[in-house]
């Protein structure tokens, strides 16, 4: 299995950006994905999970949407009213079992996507 993300970049302060992650080698119609992030000295932590429902660390919710589609085997980013804070690499994850905002609950990582926010 791979996963492929994509999308990320420089924006300023209040800026947007879409983050992609293709996945390949499986079908991800029954997969509970998530997105997380990890800025320099600091651990990986939750962002947001797509299964049936979505859910979002209490830092984005209402900046960041997460959203899939099963036909392209790909899930989204999209994130609003981008700060500083949250200048950090962004992953995509398949979740294998235990509790959703947990990076240990997630098996399949791709490779990251730098996300910079900065005037």
């Known amino acids: 299995v791979q996963l492929q993300a994509s999308g990320g970049g420089l924006v300023q302060p209040g800026g947007s950006l879409r983050l992609s992650c293709v996945v390949s080698?499986?079908?991800?119609?029954?997969?509970?994905m998530a997105w997380f992030r990890q800025a320099p000295g600091k651990e990986r932590e939750f962002v947001a999970f797509?299964?049936?429902?979505?859910y979002y660390a209490d830092s984005v919710k209402g900046r960041f949407a997460a959203s899939r589609d099963n036909a392209k085997n790909t899930v989204y980013l999209q994130m609003n009213s981008l700060k500083p804070e949250d200048t950090a690499v962004y992953y995509c994850?398949?979740?294998?079992?235990?509790?959703?905002?947990?990076?240990?609950?997630?098996?399949?990582w791709g490779q990251g996507t730098q996300v910079t926010v900065s005037s």
């Open positions: 994850a398949i979740k294998a079992s235990g509790v959703l905002y947990s990076a240990t609950a997630y098996n399949d």
């Open positions: 080698g499986r079908t991800i119609t029954n997969d509970y």
């Open positions: 797509i299964g049936w429902n979505t």
